[in-house]
Nanobody, 126 residues
């Protein structure tokens, strides 16, 4: 699988911002989606953002639309998640992941993930 290294987590107050980075060892030709998932204590892992690397299309969960932005620096094999106006409910471990697109769209589903990053903690205090 692809090695994914994440960085950028931390603790902020409500309304603060963080940028997460996910650097891949490579993106094989069959992998065309990079996603960000998160998992809060006692909750299931949920997809919050995704980018189709070829089509440049993006997906955002309703809970983060307008606040989170996914972007890519192809030269650095790095995908970013800019998180603004953070809320306590955004507190979770954030994971980047790779997927193969299904019919041109990123599934953003745990069952379709090919590789996971190690996770980075984001804590938002009120």
């Amino acid at each position: 699988g692809v090695d994914l290294v994440e960085s950028g987590g931390g603790s902020v107050q409500t309304g603060g911002s963080l940028t997460l980075s996910c650097t891949a060892s490579e993106f094989p030709s069959n992998i065309n989606c990079v996603d960000w998932f998160r998992q809060a204590p006692g909750k299931t892992r949920e997809g919050v953002a995704a980018m189709h690397l070829n089509l440049k299309s993006t997906f955002y969960a309703d809970s983060v639309k307008g606040r989170f932005t996914i972007s890519r620096d192809a030269a650095k094999n790095t995908v970013y998640l800019q998180m603004n106006n953070l809320k306590p409910e955004d507190t979770a471990v954030y994971y980047c992941a790779t997927e193969a697109a299904v019919r041109g769209e990123c599934p953003v589903s745990v069952r379709w993930v090919a590789s996971w990053g190690q996770g980075t903690q984001v804590t938002v205090s009120s």
